[in-house]
């Protein structure tokens, strides 16, 4: 606020200073005595005035453009009918033309380049020491004939020589920087990429024009060591007024096209907040800025890394056909948007980015972290059960292998030692014939117990071997329409067990199981007339460690399982 009512404090002076000088005398004006003109004229000022005071572009781009605007209203000053303001027009009237170059160079929050600096410190030095205040030292108009003058303040030495001399000399050098920059100007445009020069070009380009037009100006009135108010004057005057005029437009219009972006932004995020979907912010995003390559990653709260939307690792792209622009929120980052090259090159559209859509994309990023952290736990569930499943194999190994192997040796052992003393003592027989018997009880329970902790038959058969084996033992496990397909070694594993427990939870009856594919999961399905008792929070453990889901009834209980290859 404190900016804006210096500025327009400043501006709206100095315009009514403008205004009563060349109204004083209006054949020294360069309005002349044309009413048109002279509005024309203050106009221009104000209006780089308005629009520095309404751009929300850096500070030092709207300070510049605003005493470019009071600066060019100050080329009117140094003439008889000033007054006060006579030795401030004569150090000043020069001074637009470095402050224009100076803020174009800056717009779209550019940096300074060296070649830019140097342009810059020629323009200055020249248009405020050697045609300003270096001209102002040595100039007395009095004793060259313009008696109506008021008197010079800053008057040190009345050399009408040296005046003139420094007079041409400036404008010739005000000639120079001012195609040099004009020529930079232009080639900085056609260098750049289609949207940074959809950026630059609205004020870029005119205020190239009207820097180039004060050249042509100085170059006409280099011989004579000052600028006068000639037609030839007059005319690059007028138009000099048309591209301050589009300088202002083209200010204004960022304006406008980033409060269309805002527009646009906020209904992407009512949209969003409407539906929600997973990774709907980046297909709205896409369809704003009309990238469909474009992709939004969220940075995780544990500097762990990225994410999609959809909560998968990702990584920042290094490729020269990809950009990231990333957007913070309280000093950190927030999230990643990867586009082409050039789209949000423009800083109001990556500034509108971040005000508008923060919301939505930290909505977006959390949901994206917490579906990360569920698929982690899944994974962890997943090689948890992996793990125990293969240490079931290694124990059903070992017990087939080892133990169940010695006990069955042992067996025929005594059935050997029963034929040969059978004969000698009928009493030892009978209690050989109960050791063996014993044994071979002992035997049947560990292959019991080995096939409980993983059948063999299911690792080298498959799901409907193996339910079928099962079905064996428990007669009244009804095998119906069962897939032969053979799983991933998880999913079979899941699906058997899935059927094993689920039967010990069903009641006296028959119990009726079927599985089939369809549309890459394996759908396994248990019905029990007599109904199903107890909890089934192991179960969706179970089928929930390989991505499965489970649902439950009264009397029928079903797993999906995936099973794309």
Known sequence: MVYRLVAWTVALAAAAVTIAIARAEPSDALAGDSALALVAEVAAGLLLVATAVASRARTGFRVLLAASGIAWLSGEW?????????????????????????????????????????????????????????????????????????????????????????????????????????????????????????????????????????????????????????????????????????VAAGVAWERLRARRMRDQLAELVVE????????????????????????????????????????????????????????????????????????????????????????????????????????????????????ADAERRSLERDLHDGAQQRLATLAVAIRLARRQLASEDPQLDGELAAAEQGLRDALAELRELAHGLIPAVLAHEGLKPAVEALADRSPRLVVGDVTAERFDAPVESAAYFFVAESLRRCGDGDVAVSARREDGRLLVRLEAAAGIAGSTIDLEDRVGAVGGTLTATAHAVRAELPCES
Do not use: K, M
Not at 94 to 123: E, K
Not at 149 to 167: D, I, K, M, T, Y
């Open 272 to 387: 969003l907040g409407r539906s929600s979907p997973t990774g709907g912010l980046r297909d709205q995003l896409a369809r704003t800025f009309g990238d469909p390559s474009l992709e939004v990653l969220h940075a995780r709260d544990d500097d762990a890394g990225w994410v999609d939307g959809d909560g998968r690792p990702a990584r920042l792209p290094r490729d020269v056909h990809r950009e990231v622009t990333r957007v913070l929120a309280g000093g950190r980052e927030l999230s990643a948007v990867v586009h082409r090259p050039g789209l949000l090159e423009d800083p109001a559209v990556a500034a509108e980015l971040a005000d508008a859509a923060r919301l939505a994309l930290e909505h977006e990023r959390l949901g994206a972290i917490r579906r990360a952290q569920l698929e982690s736990l899944r994974a962890s569930r997943g090689r948890i059960v992996a793990t």
């Open 78 to 246: 140094n003439s008889p009918g000033a007054g006060a303001a006579f030795t401030a027009g004569l150090v000043l009237y020069a001074a637009w033309p470095p402050l224009l170059a100076h803020a174009a160079l800056l717009y779209g929050d550019r940096r300074l380049r060296r070649s830019d600096v140097a342009l810059l410190a020629v323009a200055y030095a020249d248009s405020l020491l050697v045609l300003g205040a270096g001209s102002a030292l040595f100039l007395d108009p009095r004793p060259q004939g313009c008696f109506d003058c008021p008197a010079n303040r800053l008057l040190v030495s009345a050399e009408p020589e040296l005046v003139a001399e420094l007079g041409r000399a400036g404008l010739y050098v005000a000639a120079a920087w001012s195609a040099t920059f004009a020529a930079l100007a232009l080639v900085r445009l056609t260098t750049a990429t289609p949207a940074r020069r959809r950026v630059d070009l609205p004020v870029l380009l005119p205020a190239a024009a009207a820097v180039a037009l004060f050249g042509a100006r100085a170059l006409h009135g280099g011989e004579r060591g000052f600028l006068s108010n000639d037609p030839t004057d007059r005319a690059l005057w007028a138009a000099q007024l048309a591209a301050l005029a589009l």
